[in-house]
């Protein structure tokens, strides 16, 4: 478990408390997401989605506009942009909630910060150019993602030269280091392995296995495996049958020190971490 991560950060309006560990909701507004791809792109039927999330216990609500499956192409930034915005400023308005905005697009990430968003969540890690400067400019807490390659490209034959762990924590520390040197404070910055980027299902199994060695980054830790392909290999299940793998891994990722879970299901996932909370409380 990790015990040196902030007890609570600034999300715009809101603060967000990590002294335990927090379900994110995926809300995709996208036509093309692996597992519910074009379910939510109506504005009314995202509102209701988000709300009934919020009701099941998400403490943030994951807005992405960019499908980042494997084998996705890029959209344009007034494409995401258009899909994106109307729908933060809706959560806010209407439901007040904590929204992050799953994007690597500086105008996005603009953008939704002035309609309420209280968080970004990009999968590029502030490369993009521009972006970083984007995101200091915010305000907002951003969560750095491993990856390996582009969504197009990621899974073909991916390797690394060193332990998984390694590779990730490194590649990490240095993007940390960059934003730092750029004027992103270190308080504002949340980490993510990135299961599924760039990872065959050998390296994410050992990259849960040994998800502790992230703890030297003493950052909050995001992780998202929820109906991943990773599931589906190891148990030989379609998409709709993969939350019970989800729920183990979920419940093994809060063990090793996740403190925000990104999931599609909400209420058996929040289930599932507040049980696996309760008996490591016992032990500390």
Not at 76 to 93: K, M
Request: hydrophobic share 45%.
């Amino acid at each position: 478990m990790m015990n040196s991560i902030p007890a609570s950060m600034i999300c715009g309006r809101h603060r967000l408390d990590l002294s335990f560990p927090r379900v994110m909701g995926i809300l995709n507004v996208t036509p093309d997401s692996f597992s519910d791809g074009g379910r939510h792109v109506a504005l009314e039927d995202a509102l209701r989605h988000a709300e009934h999330m919020l009701a099941e216990g998400a403490a943030i609500i994951d807005v992405g506009g960019e499908s980042t499956r494997p084998g996705a192409d890029a959209v344009s930034p007034q494409q995401e942009l258009d899909r994106v915005a109307p729908v933060v400023e809706a959560l806010v308005r209407e439901l007040d909630a904590l929204v992050s905005v799953d994007t690597s697009c500086p105008e996005v990430m603009r953008e939704c910060a002035a309609l309420g968003a209280g968080m970004i969540n990009d999968v590029r890690s502030l490369e993009r150019e521009g972006a970083l400067a984007a995101a200091i400019g915010t305000g907002l807490p951003v969560c750095l993602m491993h990856r390996q390659g582009e969504p197009r490209d990621m899974q073909q034959a991916p390797r690394y030269d060193v332990p998984i762990e390694e590779a990730v924590a490194d590649y990490l520390a240095e993007r940390v280091a960059a934003c730092e040197a750029g004027g992103l404070r270190r308080e504002r910055l949340l980490v993510d392995p990135g299961f599924g980027f760039g990872k065959t299902v050998e390296h994410n199994l050992r990259l849960l296995n040994r998800l502790e060695r992230l703890a030297t980054l003493e950052l909050p830790l995001l992780v998202g495996m929820s109906r991943k392909s990773m599931i589906g290999k190891v148990l030989e299940r379609p998409v709709e049958e993969r939350l019970p793998g989800g729920l183990a891994l979920t419940a093994l990722a809060v063990e090793r020190g996740a403190r925000i879970l990104r999931v599609h299901d909400v209420a058996p996932s929040v289930d599932a971490v507040n049980m696996t909370w309760a008996v490591l409380k016992e032990g500390c």
